[in-house]
């Protein structure tokens, strides 16, 4: 184990799914790791768990204020940062376009796609610091073909993959 020792990383959507298991693996292979999502509780939770290499910082990636106030905790309280994992995401589709609305288009866009990119616009000047860093973005298959009712999870992913490119 000790893979990450004296890593410092960021984990978006991290009180759920992917994200979970991947604070828990950097955790357990030594990176000091700060969880990103919106739900409280579960990150409470998370946090007695793995103790004092883990932080929780409260961050909705579709606010600029809210990803700049992550890198710059996670660099308050770990002195660098030398992982992104732009995992947060949702999925509101099932719906016709005609019948997809405008809010939840862009609620969709805001976290699938406009989060990766702030995570990636905040991160990178203090991995430029460091001199190296790894990001890592969540993409899906429905970025790369159509599936019927997700016009707006397949263009946000799309998004994504492109954005890795």
């Known amino acids: 184990m000790d893979r990450l020792k004296d890593k410092v990383a960021i984990v978006t959507g991290g009180a759920s799914g992917i994200g979970e298991a991947a604070v828990r693996l950097f955790a357990a292979e030594g ?3 700060a ?3 919106i739900q409280d509780d579960r990150a409470e939770n998370i946090l007695k768990e793995l103790g004092s290499s883990v932080i929780y910082v409260r961050t909705d990636v579709s606010k600029a204020a809210d990803v700049q106030a992550l890198v ?3 660099v308050d309280t770990f002195g660098k940062l030398d992982v992104l994992f732009n995992n947060a995401g949702i999925t509101l589709d099932g719906y016709r376009v005609v019948e997809h609305s405008e ?3 862009d609620r969709q866009i ?4 406009k989060g990766p990119w ?3 616009k905040y991160a990178i000047p203090e991995m430029i610091k460091n001199g190296k860093g790894s990001i890592v973005n969540t993409g899906s298959l429905a970025g790369l073909a159509g599936y019927s009712g997700q016009s707006g999870y397949g263009a946000s992913k799309g998004g994504v993959v492109e954005l890795t490119r």
């Open 110 to 113: 805001g976290v699938n796609l």
């Open 103 to 105: 809010e939840m288009f």
């Open 118 to 120: 702030l995570g990636c």
């Open 35 to 37: 969880m990103a999502d």
């Open 31 to 33: 990176a000091r790791v």
């Open 72 to 74: 710059q905790q996670t």
